[in-house]
């Protein structure tokens, strides 16, 4: 049976596309708006979320190892192949799997790279220090990419990202997580002025079909805060 991994990384930029030799044949895939799942030549499947490149050498792809490059969201099905272990490359760390379902979450703009499992085994490197570290299933880890420093904490187990479901589900999220989810979903760049709120737990549940501001004016209820849309930003205060 397939093992159940959920990762969230935050990766530093698209840089690392750019350091493969002469002689790659890199094959990039890349969805600009939706959802688009993709099959690699191992019979992985890769969900790629809105905004979102995969790139790979088809060289080397399926040798002795498997190995992508990901710049954005990703929810992975391994194909098991103990024999070629398959390798989320980011610009500081390395996933390392053999076979597994995992997400995988990057962001340039953030100073973090976070990584969440929820069953199997995955091990995760640190290119310049070449230091390991090791999940076990609910553990997360959060490696700052500024001071090189990683902490573990304890998440809930889930089997699949909010991302991939049609609606949106917030348990006892903070506010500005939610702020960061609704920004990915409706393309819009949120600025938080109101600090008291910041850190205010929500817990609610949306289908789908609901607008901006529909869901501004629900989330109002529970958490108490004003706000106003400018063109592709929105102000909260």
């Known amino acids: 049976s397939s093992l159940a991994a959920c990762i969230a990384l935050l990766l530093s930029g698209f840089i690392f596309f750019q350091n493969r030799s002469s002689g790659d044949?890199?094959?990039?895939?890349?969805?600009?708006?939706?959802?688009?799942?993709?099959?690699?030549?191992?019979?992985?499947?890769?969900?790629?979320?809105?905004?979102?490149?995969?790139?790979?050498?088809?060289?080397?792809?399926?040798?002795?190892?498997?190995?992508?490059?990901l710049l954005g969201e990703a929810f992975f099905e391994v194909s098991p192949h103990p024999d070629r272990p398959f390798i989320v490359q980011t610009e500081?760390?390395?996933?390392?799997?053999?076979?597994?379902?995992?997400?995988?979450?990057?962001?340039?703009?953030?100073?973090?790279?976070?990584?969440?499992?929820?069953?199997?085994?995955?091990?995760?490197?640190?290119?310049?220090?070449?230091?390991?570290?090791?999940l076990m299933p609910g553990q997360q880890s959060v490696y700052n990419k500024r001071t090189k420093e990683m902490s573990l904490h304890t998440i809930e187990i889930r089997r699949l990202p909010d991302w991939m479901n049609e609606g949106l589900i917030f348990d006892k999220v903070s506010f500005h997580f939610i702020c960061e989810t609704l920004e990915q979903r409706f393309h819009k760049k949120f600025e938080i002025n109101n600090i008291k709120i910041d850190n205010k737990k929500f817990t609610g549940k949306f289908s789908g079909g609901e607008s901006l501001t529909e869901i501004l004016e629900i989330i109002q209820i529970n958490v108490p805060f004003s706000y106003r849309i400018e063109g592709d930003k929105v102000v909260i205060y």
């Open 25 to 69: 044949a890199l094959i990039t895939h890349s969805c600009q708006t939706g959802i688009s799942k993709i099959f690699l030549p191992d019979s992985t499947s890769v969900t790629l979320n809105t905004g979102s490149f995969l790139s790979y050498d088809a060289n080397r792809f399926n040798k002795k190892r498997r190995e992508v490059r």
């Open 92 to 134: 500081q760390i390395d996933v390392r799997v053999l076979g597994t379902v995992f997400n995988v979450k990057a962001r340039s703009e953030d100073d973090e790279i976070e990584t969440g499992l929820l069953s199997g085994s995955i091990e995760l490197l640190e290119r310049f220090s070449n230091e390991k570290t090791k």
